[in-house]
Antibody, heavy 119, light 109 residues
């Protein structure tokens, strides 16, 4: 059973930075693409970013492009999301999710970490 | 980015069949995926590639897709099926992007 555990969330002021981590276990992490998906309070799901298994393929939603950076350390089975220039509208629960047999869906999710951007 | 359109809410009585639709031009070219999310929990994949069911997902959940509309069908709805359901697909206007529908709240009366 895939296990994904996010951490790093918290309260940050507008314009600030935060780095999220997601530790993966119980599957061959280096062989799968990974995503970040977020959910604002009381709202729907929003895809944030994707990184391929070989780290060279990265994609971002327009809403975060140029501010967020997705990365991974396959030696530590860990996914990261560096978030800079944070805005109040970035307030959300951030989930890491494992890509399925193709890159374009999510077959396992972590429990999420809450990021609150507020002064 | 393209948008996937879902009804905001669907209500059914226990034992009845619930159908939740998802519409977008992208669905004529890309697979539909469905997720169930209960309050305070992470989403759970229940249908992939239009109609495939992951192991452990009850047979009462099924999916289909035709043209620009995908449909999630829950046969013999149970009280425990009350949840938010999201469809998802690849974005037809942006390569290597994905998009979600707005979500449908299923209420079991």
């Amino acid at each position: 059973q895939v296990h994904l555990v996010e951490s790093g969330g918290g309260v940050v002021q507008p314009g600030g930075s935060l780095r999220l981590s997601c530790v993966a276990s119980r599957f061959p992490f280096s062989g799968y693409g990974m995503h970040w998906v977020r959910q604002a309070p009381g709202k729907g799901l929003e895809w944030v970013a994707f990184i391929g298994f070989d780290v060279n393929n990265k994609e971002y939603a327009d809403s975060v492009k140029g501010r967020f950076t997705i990365s991974r350390d396959n030696s530590k089975n860990t996914l990261f999301l560096q978030m800079n220039s944070l805005r109040p509208e970035d307030t959300a629960v951030y989930y890491c999710a494992k890509a399925g047999t193709t890159w374009d869906y999510f077959d396992s999710w972590g429990q999420g970490t809450l990021v609150t951007v507020s002064s | 980015s393209s948008e996937l359109t879902q009804p905001p809410s669907v209500s059914v009585s226990p034992g009845q069949t619930a159908r939740i639709t998802c519409s977008a031009d992208a669905l004529s070219k890309h697979f539909a995926y469905w997720y169930q999310q209960k309050p305070g929990q992470a989403p759970l994949l229940i249908i992939f590639k239009d109609s495939e069911r992951p192991s452990g997902i009850p047979e009462r959940f099924s999916g289909s897709s035709s043209g620009t509309t995908a449909t999630l069908t829950i046969s013999g709805v149970q009280a425990e099926d009350e949840a938010d359901y999201y469809c998802q697909s690849a974005d037809s206007s942006e390569t290597d992007h994905v998009t979600f529908g707005g979500g449908t709240k299923l209420t079991v009366l």
